[in-house]
């Protein structure tokens, strides 16, 4: 999965997906649509489609999408 691939996965989790214009530099934590339910949303598909874990701090220190995704991909090795 590529990264535009990958934005629009990340995105897919919104319930107003349309309300934000979604790029691998937007910093997620600050979308005003940004819940915990988003957040673990975002974890379980990260888990379902990477089979990759985060840790709670790993996932708080990554500020975009773009660090999110290369994130993945380094554990994903």
Known sequence: ????????LFAEQF???TET?????TKFHELSGWTSM???LVITV???NFSVLL???EFRNVQTIQELY???QEKKG
């Open 1 to 8: 999965m590529n990264i535009n691939e990958f934005v629009a």
């Open 15 to 17: 319930s107003d997906p």
């Open 21 to 25: 214009n979604f790029a691998p530099e």
């Open 38 to 40: 988003t957040a673990l």
């Open 46 to 48: 990260i888990e379902e």
């Open 55 to 57: 840790s709670s701090d």
């Open 70 to 72: 290369d994130l993945i």
